[in-house]
Every structure is written in structure tokens, then in C-alpha cells.
């Protein structure tokens, strides 16, 4: 089991192998027999130094990176570059390794230059780029090594497991029951802001007339009269975690309005939180006409983001809980009644959620037959993830 952890924790930290040596790898082999006993003994000490390294690379190579965009590079000398680097070799030393990053480099420049854009603005681009990813991993917490680990010790025992963090487990709940307590702001991550991106109909935020999209949180304080914490430079899920909260409390938040300068005036604006409702990711219907000859045809579409379901409100017994299947066998209703010829189901964008949903929701369009197959092999096991974004999402709602 230990060897098995080993191997999935380097492919989560560094599966492209672009950040790690062969002399690195080297004196990580003792922790193939001990990453079991560091979890038994509850010291993860070693993990967590081989995280510390990872993220000490990840900004190495990301400024190196960004000092070969000022030369630039020259295309006039035949070279190859292997992207898809699963099957590759650690690279030996650090001139390897910074060879590999300079061919990364070029490669990224040359995909942007195949695209009509001038030097200038790859360069440009290439080093906004390189930049934010320095920005999002040098934000990078004991949180997010304590679940890239334990994600790669529950896979070992299964490939469909993860360890949901405290954040990223409320964030989860958030996404199946479709609702939160908060202001009903859709936030993002802009330089070092965070920013207004959409406000949700009849959340405290919209009704409140006070906050536009565009504008950009400078501050959160709680309650009345709480201290104004200054939030510029924090990581997006961190903002969120100030300003979500119970129900009717109170959340004051400094603003900095969208048409104004990074100097321009600060307002303050106090919210009381509400329950939210994300509708947006709940089940959708549309009707499209389809002409098929001298025939036009009308075909309902069910548009279905997540299997989503309120586990907690379906465990206490609440026959209304949040249930995409229930709200797919009402759209099918007033399809029906609309009198369409047909139907597709738009999963397209579905990113999974509650396997009993899933389930229950096929029920409505077969009566009997299997409805899932499992088939273990090496090939359905794999998994090509990065640990940071696990957390670091770039959108999020409050």
C-alpha cells in the first residue's frame, strides 16, 4: 500500500514530470515503504517536505521560464518536444531539467505564434500566464498537501475516491443541494483582487442595489462593527470563507467600484446573509425546431450541469429535497404537454455528482436493464490531475 501511495502522490504533485530530478526521486525512495506508517503514526512530516519541495520547483521553474521569454527563441533549429510526458523519464540533473523547461517554453510560444499572434503579445501573454500560476502556488496550504496526500492514499484502496478537505467538502454539499448561506455574489480571482463576476437574482447582494459586477473586495468585516480584514492578494477560496456564513447574520464588505482606478474611492456596504439558491446549475429546458425535409420537427432539450441531490435534507426526511431527478421528470412533463417529437438530454457539460441520482434518473426513460458497468483495468484507472487547482478554483460563489 505504501508503494501504491508513493506512486500516486508524485503523479497528483508532478505526473508531467517537469519539476522533480532523478537526484530528487532519489531521496524520496526510503518513503516507498513508510508513507504507511507515517499515516498510522499520524506524521506526515515527509509528505509534507516533499510538498514544500514541490512547491519550492514550481516557482523555480515558472521564473525561469518567464527569463526566456526576453530573449525569445529561434524556430531556425530542428528540435522535438515530447508533450505528453507520462511515460518519460525523470530528468537526470538540473541541466536537463532546464532544458526541458526551455523546449516547454518554446512550445508554448510556438502554439501562440501558429495562432497569428505577434511576439509581443506572446510574451506578454506567456508572462501573465507563467506569473498567475507563481501566484496560485505560492498560495498553496497545509490544507491542500494534507488532501493531495490523503486523495492519494484513498485511491489506492479506490480509483473513484478523493478526500474532500474541509472547504472543498462544503463547496461539494454546495453543488449537490444548489443552494448556500451567503450574499449570492459568483466571485473570481482577478490579479490581486477578488472580483464581482455575476450576482445571483434575489440574493442579499443584488437586492441590495449596492454592488455591481466588476467591482472588487478589498475588505471583509463581520457584523456590525468587526474589524475590516484587508483581502487583497488572498486566494479566492479564503475570501469566501469570510464572507459565507449563517443565515441573517451580518458581513460588511469594502468595495472598490468597478468604473474607478485601483485608487479610486472605497465604499462600504453591509449585507445580511440570506439562503441562496444557484438555479443556474439546476436542470433546464428549451425547445429547438428542426427542419427535416419539408417536415419541421420540435425537440425538447434537457440541459442537466450535475446529478445534484440535498443529501442532508433527503436524510432528515424532507420529501422536497433538491433532486435533479425530480426536477428532469417535471421538465419531461411540460415537454410533453408542449408536444414534442423528442428529446436529448445535454450532459455534455455534467461533471458527475450523486451516483443514487444518476441511477433514479435513467428510471425515467428505461423501465429495466443494467444501468452501470464497472470494468477494472490499468487504462480506466488513470487519472491526469495537478494538485493546486483542487482548491484554487477560479470561480466560486459566496
Known sequence: MSARIYDAYFKLLDGEKVFFTKADMAKFAPLKTKLDDAIWNQDLSAPFSVFNLYVQ???ERMTYARGLLKQGFDFSVDQSYTFDREHADWPKDQAELDDLWRKRTMNDWLRLKLAGKPDAEIRKT?????AGYIERVKQLDGEDAFQTFMTSYAETTDPHTDYLGPR????FDIAMKLSLEGIGAVLQARDDYTQIRELVPAGPANKS???QVGDRIVGVGQGDS????????WRLDDVVNLIRGKKDTTV???ILPADTGVDGKHEIVSLV???VSIEEQAAKKKIVEIKDGDVTRKIGVIELPTFYSDFGARSAGDKNFKSATRDVARLLGELKTAGVQGVVVDLRNN????????NSLTGLFIDKGPVRWRYWSTGAQRRLRRSFPRRSRTITVA
Open 351 to 358: 461533471g458527475g455528482g450523486s451516483l443514487a441520482e444518476a
Open 273 to 275: 446573509r440570506k439562503k
Open 226 to 233: 468587526g474589524p475590516i480584514t484587508d483581502v487583497i492578494g
Open 57 to 59: 520547483r514550481a516557482v
Open 168 to 171: 472543498a467538502a462544503e463547496n
Open 209 to 211: 442595489g449596492k454592488i
Open 126 to 130: 506567456l508572462d501573465k500566464r507563467y
Open 252 to 254: 460588511r464588505l469594502e
